[in-house]
């Protein structure tokens, strides 16, 4: 599998996925104004129209991007995500980020989903830059593993003749 397919996939998936978010929301509540009218998407997940906006606004970016730039998605997504994330985990359930995004805690548990599977798939198209860069660590710690297993055969080896002697 070529190393971008992971970005690729991601962006795909993902774009469709929050795409389709977006417009289930968009469906059930398409409140902007006021904070308190919120709906429960499926029963748990906190949505108003800003929130559908930027689901499908992130998506549709994903969608685009799946073909020529789907590592930069894959990062930025992860990124934002993961911000979003985290930084509902750290304030208090159901309170607003940036205003106007419900943020409670299955909507902070997907936003993290989301966001470290992005950095994971841009990870894994850039792995072997990664390794590169590490100074080829990867190699080096499969060639010390190497040794040890021929260590531990010669060891067997020198036993059974020890063995076999007497």
Known sequence: MERTAYA????TVVGAALVLLGFAGLLQNTEFDARELTSEL??????????NL??????LLG?????????????????????????GIVATNGTWLLGELPATRWVNLINLLVGISGIVAYAASRWDRIVAWSGGLGGRLEARAEFRRQKRRRRKIRKRKAAGDN
Not at 8 to 11: E, F, I, P, T
Not at 54 to 59: E, K, T
Not at 63 to 87: E, K, S
């Open 54 to 59: 930027f689901h499908i606004a992130a998506g």
């Open 63 to 87: 969608l685009l991007l799946a073909r020529p730039l789907p590592r930069l998605y894959a990062m930025l997504a992860g990124l934002v995500f993961t911000g979003l994330g985290v930084w």
């Open 42 to 51: 499926f029963g748990f997940y906190t949505i108003n129209g800003w929130a």
């Open 8 to 11: 690729r996939l991601y962006a």
